[in-house]
């Protein structure tokens, strides 16, 4: 995310990562991780039905929701009920029998775990009808899946989901041109009229950078090669300490939003951070400037629109200090909340 050309493509793949949220903590096999890795990076501007019928095949996912367990005579219902409520469609718009008619659906896959992969087993499947949210039919996992997707449900949760992450955890203005880009389920058309809506001039519409988005931003800003880092374990133990460590979601729901990020602990350890950052970065495009310019000079730098008075006032005691001043303004409201 700090260093591709395709950063567009690399935050919609940590959207989607936390969207089918998989944690290595339970699957414990590097293999199925990065598999479904290359799955999300690969339809992440893409189709959002070919993700969902690769996603409900994928390793990872199918052994982190035990769908390995899910067999017609012991049905195992995590990974029907998760399917509808957080990666489909969405709360209250299923119902019990529905969790376990999809389970039979489900039925049938098993993990190679040689290949990182899933083997269908047509005879471990279930035979009957099926019958799902007043649809009765034969499905299995992929037309289960464009059967869930179709559905306009389904449309209005993925465009609310993006909306939480990227314009506003307050409820979202879902109108006719967000629904209309996303008729064919195309992410890349519903990020971009996302990207033109209205509600991005709103000041009101401003979030707390998650730590991964915060860490991103600044790394980038500052010129940092996270590979190049001098302890590069630094970065993953802050990130953990901050609570995103990417591959390690708390819960099959995924990490919190927006004013979730906001405590005492959190601000302390992000200074710690910033610190480290700093040490590593390149400060010249400050430092060439004069003490008189380096606040504005900041604000453009790090991409915020103005500082606040109470801000300005924190940063001019330290404008003949580069490294103090850069430390300030990453850890201040205006950077640390994105307008």
Not at 75 to 89: A, D, I, K, V
Request: with cysteine.
């Amino acid at each position: 995310m700090v260093l591709s050309e395709h950063s567009l493509r690399e935050r919609m793949t940590w959207f989607w990562h936390g969207h089918w949220a998989t944690s290595y903590q339970k699957v414990d096999d590097a293999l199925p991780m990065y598999l479904q890795n290359q799955t999300l990076r690969r339809n992440a501007l893409g189709n959002f039905g070919q993700m969902s019928r690769e996603m409900v095949n994928d390793a990872a996912l199918i052994f982190w929701l035990d769908g390995q367990r899910n067999t017609v005579k012991a049905p195992n219902e995590n990974l029907s009920r998760e399917l509808m409520e957080l990666f489909t469609l969405g709360v209250n718009r299923y119902s019990e029998e529905d969790v376990k008619e999809t389970a039979k659906a489900l039925t049938g896959y098993k993990i190679d775990k040689s290949s990182g992969k899933v083997i269908f087993y047509p005879r471990q499947h279930f035979s009957g009808a099926i019958k799902v949210l007043g649809t009765q039919s034969s499905f299995d996992a992929s037309t289960l899946s464009d059967f869930l997707v179709a559905r306009s449900d389904s449309a209005l949760f993925i465009t609310e989901r993006i909306w939480y992450r990227f314009i506003s955890s307050m409820n979202p203005l879902i109108d006719a041109s967000l629904t209309s880009s996303f008729a064919s389920r195309d992410i890349a058309a519903l990020v971009k009229a996302i990207g033109r809506h209205s509600a991005l001039d709103n000041p009101d519409n401003s979030m707390v950078k998650s730590p991964i988005d915060w860490f991103v931003s600044a790394a980038r800003a500052l010129s940092i090669t996270p590979s190049k880092f001098s302890n590069p374990n630094n970065i993953r133990n802050y990130l953990d300490l901050l609570g995103q460590r990417p591959f390690f979601p708390p819960n099959v729901g995924g990490w919190p939003a927006d004013q979730a990020w906001l405590s005492t602990s959190s601000a302390q350890y992000r200074i710690q951070f910033a610190t480290k950052l700093v040490k590593e970065a390149d400060l010249s495009p400050i430092a060439s400037l004069a003490p008189n310019a380096r606040i504005d000079g900041l604000a453009d730098w790090l991409g915020v629109v103005e500082w606040s008075s109470r801000t300005k006032m924190a940063l001019n005691g330290a404008i003949r200090d580069p490294a103090r001043l850069a430390l300030l303004a990453l850890c201040s409201p205006e950077y640390v909340v994105s307008a």
